[in-house]
Nanobody, 119 residues
Framework: VQLQASGGGLVQPGGSLRLSCAAS????????MGWYRQAPGKQRELVAV???????NYADSVKGRFTFSRDNAKNTGYLQMNSLKPEDTAVYYC??????????????WGQGTLVTVSS
Protein backbone atom coordinates (compact mmCIF):
# COMPACT_ATOMS: atom_id res chain seq x y z
CA VAL A 1 0.00 0.00 0.00
CA GLN A 2 1.24 3.47 -0.89
CA LEU A 3 -0.06 6.92 -0.07
CA GLN A 4 0.87 9.62 -2.56
CA ALA A 5 0.47 13.30 -1.71
CA SER A 6 0.58 15.89 -4.47
CA GLY A 7 -0.53 19.39 -5.41
CA GLY A 8 1.82 21.58 -3.41
CA GLY A 9 3.56 24.60 -4.83
CA LEU A 10 4.17 28.30 -4.57
CA VAL A 11 1.16 30.56 -4.30
CA GLN A 12 0.60 34.20 -3.43
CA PRO A 13 -1.26 35.21 -0.27
CA GLY A 14 -4.97 34.97 -0.88
CA GLY A 15 -4.51 32.28 -3.49
CA SER A 16 -5.69 28.67 -3.63
CA LEU A 17 -4.25 25.21 -3.99
CA ARG A 18 -5.74 21.74 -3.99
CA LEU A 19 -3.80 18.90 -2.47
CA SER A 20 -4.50 15.28 -3.33
CA CYS A 21 -3.82 12.15 -1.33
CA ALA A 22 -4.13 8.96 -3.36
CA ALA A 23 -3.93 5.48 -1.89
CA SER A 24 -2.91 2.54 -4.07
CA UNK A 25 -2.13 -1.12 -3.64
CA UNK A 26 -3.99 -3.90 -1.90
CA UNK A 27 -6.77 -1.90 -0.27
CA UNK A 28 -9.99 -3.24 1.17
CA UNK A 29 -11.13 -0.03 2.82
CA UNK A 30 -10.03 3.36 4.07
CA UNK A 31 -11.28 4.66 7.38
CA UNK A 32 -10.15 8.08 8.59
CA MET A 33 -7.97 10.24 6.38
CA GLY A 34 -6.07 13.23 7.65
CA TRP A 35 -3.89 16.10 6.57
CA TYR A 36 -1.07 17.29 8.80
CA ARG A 37 1.49 20.00 8.27
CA GLN A 38 4.91 20.87 9.60
CA ALA A 39 6.36 24.33 9.28
CA PRO A 40 10.11 24.95 9.64
CA GLY A 41 11.13 24.75 13.29
CA LYS A 42 7.68 23.65 14.43
CA GLN A 43 6.02 20.41 15.36
CA ARG A 44 3.73 18.59 13.01
CA GLU A 45 0.12 19.63 13.54
CA LEU A 46 -3.24 18.27 12.49
CA VAL A 47 -4.96 20.32 9.80
CA ALA A 48 -8.09 18.35 8.97
CA VAL A 49 -9.61 14.88 9.14
CA UNK A 50 -12.41 13.16 7.28
CA UNK A 51 -14.23 9.92 8.09
CA UNK A 52 -15.23 7.34 5.50
CA UNK A 53 -18.73 8.79 5.76
CA UNK A 54 -17.53 12.28 4.90
CA UNK A 55 -17.67 13.94 8.31
CA UNK A 56 -14.91 16.49 8.71
CA ASN A 57 -13.08 18.32 11.44
CA TYR A 58 -10.63 21.19 11.06
CA ALA A 59 -7.99 23.02 13.03
CA ASP A 60 -9.24 26.42 14.14
CA SER A 61 -6.55 28.11 12.07
CA VAL A 62 -7.98 26.76 8.79
CA LYS A 63 -11.71 26.66 9.47
CA GLY A 64 -13.67 28.43 6.77
CA ARG A 65 -10.71 28.40 4.39
CA PHE A 66 -9.88 24.72 3.88
CA THR A 67 -12.24 21.96 2.74
CA PHE A 68 -11.44 18.28 2.98
CA SER A 69 -13.32 15.90 0.68
CA ARG A 70 -12.83 12.36 -0.54
CA ASP A 71 -13.71 10.12 -3.44
CA ASN A 72 -14.01 6.63 -2.00
CA ALA A 73 -14.21 5.04 -5.45
CA LYS A 74 -10.80 6.50 -6.26
CA ASN A 75 -9.30 5.99 -2.77
CA THR A 76 -8.36 9.66 -2.87
CA GLY A 77 -8.76 12.58 -0.52
CA TYR A 78 -8.60 16.24 -1.49
CA LEU A 79 -7.75 19.32 0.54
CA GLN A 80 -8.98 22.51 -1.08
CA MET A 81 -7.11 25.42 0.43
CA ASN A 82 -8.44 28.92 -0.19
CA SER A 83 -7.45 32.35 1.11
CA LEU A 84 -3.98 31.06 1.82
CA LYS A 85 -1.79 32.95 4.25
CA PRO A 86 1.99 33.02 4.70
CA GLU A 87 1.53 31.12 7.97
CA ASP A 88 0.08 28.21 5.97
CA THR A 89 3.55 27.61 4.55
CA ALA A 90 4.59 24.09 5.51
CA VAL A 91 5.16 20.58 4.29
CA TYR A 92 1.75 18.90 4.17
CA TYR A 93 1.46 15.20 4.90
CA CYS A 94 -1.50 12.97 4.34
CA UNK A 95 -2.36 10.09 6.59
CA UNK A 96 -4.86 7.26 6.26
CA UNK A 97 -6.08 4.22 8.12
CA UNK A 98 -6.22 1.49 5.47
CA UNK A 99 -7.42 -2.07 5.83
CA UNK A 100 -6.47 -5.19 3.96
CA UNK A 101 -8.80 -8.06 3.04
CA UNK A 102 -8.46 -9.41 6.58
CA UNK A 103 -9.92 -6.12 7.84
CA UNK A 104 -6.70 -5.32 9.66
CA UNK A 105 -6.19 -1.56 9.67
CA UNK A 106 -2.76 0.01 9.45
CA UNK A 107 -1.68 3.63 9.55
CA UNK A 108 0.02 5.04 6.45
CA TRP A 109 1.74 8.34 5.69
CA GLY A 110 2.33 10.05 2.38
CA GLN A 111 5.68 11.55 1.52
CA GLY A 112 4.74 15.18 2.04
CA THR A 113 4.17 18.03 -0.37
CA LEU A 114 5.52 21.55 0.14
CA VAL A 115 3.15 24.50 0.19
CA THR A 116 4.77 27.94 0.11
CA VAL A 117 2.63 31.04 0.45
CA SER A 118 4.63 34.11 -0.44
CA SER A 119 4.48 37.22 -2.56
Amino acid sequence: VQLQASGGGLVQPGGSLRLSCAASGSIFGINIMGWYRQAPGKQRELVAVITNGGSTNYADSVKGRFTFSRDNAKNTGYLQMNSLKPEDTAVYYCNAQISNWKLVYSNYWGQGTLVTVSS
